[in-house]
């Protein structure tokens, strides 16, 4: 049995299931079709798919968000490439499944997330199957992994911070880790620690011997809980006020400080953050994505 055939099991016990009823049955359970979306294409938009996030039938779901997904999910390649991508037997097999023909078997549509996008992992962190796929001896798949980057609140930050200029033309990475540590005064060995959880992870890769950060992994990064997105929220926001100490860090620090209206004009500042947050939050966006680039606003701006 194929590790494509053990995880489509583990998610859904029935037999050759096919795809509609089984996201169905994932939307019962409490699934969303957009958090799967995003998951999976994030920060890619596919308009077909963010209008067409509620279906409630088998018929609904293949018509209106399978047949899009599957295009989108093959993207610019060719109906022979992807047929020699999934060693599927006919050439015309994956267009029968992206013009809802036919379903495409379940452990099927794991396999393409899986060779076309790299991203099941991201998937299959929605669905919370930690557990079961260690049982399974499925270890490798990484679930959990997208946790440890979290633990640490500069960590998102740090890995922004690499594709900064000013830390580009560092020779090292030992220079980089001091620069980022004098930066956002967090102690050298928390960086460090930071800069090989990044290495682990695949976020980062060394190149002409220094770091680099690697955004198309970086995107692949799914929603984290309120909890989590608050306490980092919090961090930031608690360290702007002692970046305001250290010029160039902040545009506010340069034409606010010595005026007569700089109570007011950072009151405003906080009052507008409150405003944004409340907005994504009410509009059912995940903010994993928007809350890096405010972490990384607060470094540079």
Request: charged share 25%.
């Amino acid at each position: 049995m194929s590790r494509y055939a053990i995880l489509a099991k583990i998610i859904y016990p029935k037999r050759k299931a096919r795809l509609p009823e089984v996201l169905l049955f994932l939307q019962k359970e409490g699934m969303k079709l957009q958090e799967m979306e995003q998951a999976i294409f994030a920060p890619r938009i596919v308009p077909t798919l963010r209008k067409k996030s509620k279906m409630k039938t088998q018929l609904g779901i293949r018509k209106d968000f399978i047949v899009p997904f599957l295009k989108a999910l093959r993207g610019s390649r060719t109906l022979l490439a992807a047929k020699e991508a999934l060693e599927i037997a006919t050439l015309s097999t994956y267009h029968h499944w992206e013009m809802g023909r036919r379903d495409i078997p379940f452990e099927m549509f794991l396999k393409a997330i899986d060779v076309f996008s790299g991203r099941l992992p991201a998937f299959l962190e929605t669905l919370g199957l930690k557990n079961k796929l260690k049982a399974q001896g499925l270890e490798d798949l990484h679930i959990g992994r997208y946790e440890l980057f979290f633990n640490d609140p500069w960590t998102p930050t740090i890995l922004m911070s690499l594709r900064l200029p000013q830390v580009l033309k560092l020779s090292n990475p030992q220079e980089q880790a001091v620069f980022l540590s004098h930066s956002l005064k967090i102690p050298l060995s928390s960086v460090e620690k930071s800069l090989d959880l990044l290495v682990q992870l695949q976020l980062i890769y060394q190149k002409e011997g220094k770091f680099f950060s690697n955004p198309v992994q970086f995107n692949v990064i799914p929603s984290i809980t309120p909890e989590k997105i608050n306490e980092i929220h919090q961090y930031w926001f608690d360290q702007a006020a002692n970046f305001l100490n250290y010029p160039g860090y902040h545009k506010l620090e340069q034409h606010a400080l010595t005026h007569e209206s700089k109570d007011k004009i950072v009151q405003w500042i906080s009052e507008l953050r409150e405003k944004i947050r409340q907005e994504v939050k009410s509009s059912g966006e995940p903010e994993t994505l928007i809350h890096i680039h405010w972490q990384l606003a607060e470094l540079i701006t």
